[in-house]
């Protein structure tokens, strides 16, 4: 069992930066696929990036591609996502995610994460 606690939403204007934080309870941490994933107003939940259990893939949505930054420190269970260049469409809640499965298999299937936090307010004013 794992569980994931996202932190460091907020609102931030347009063109400003927000590193969000999501530490993982358990001691396998360092072998799950990680990921981040959005939800705005009225849309359906969707991919954002994802990172391999090493640190050393990682996978971008082509709408935060160049803008976010996908890390993990496996020593703290952390994996955080850094967003630069933020804009108004970046606004909602974001949720990080655990998956067993090999990154180059969640890379493709998005769905079925194994574990999901609660999410964190990203707000974007313009």
């Known amino acids: 069992q794992v569980q994931l606690v996202e932190s460091g939403g907020g609102l931030v204007q347009a063109g400003g930066s927000l590193r969000l934080s999501c530490t993982a309870s358990?001691?396998?941490?360092?072998?799950?696929?990680m990921g981040w994933f959005r939800q705005a107003p009225g849309k359906e939940r969707e991919f954002v990036a994802a990172?391999?259990?090493?640190?050393?893939?990682?996978y971008y949505a082509d709408s935060v591609k160049g803008r976010f930054t996908i890390s993990r420190d496996n020593a703290k269970n952390t994996v955080y996502l850094q967003m630069n260049s933020l804009k108004p469409e970046d606004t909602a809640v974001y949720y990080c995610?655990?998956?067993?499965?090999?990154?180059?298999?969640?890379?493709?299937?998005?769905?079925?994460?194994?574990?999901w936090g609660k999410g964190t307010l990203v707000t974007v004013s313009s």
């Open positions: 995610a655990a998956d067993s499965r090999p990154w180059a298999v969640v890379v493709h299937d998005h769905t079925g994460m194994d574990y």
């Open positions: 358990g001691r396998t941490f360092s072998t799950y696929t």
């Open positions: 990172i391999s259990w090493s640190g050393g893939s990682t």
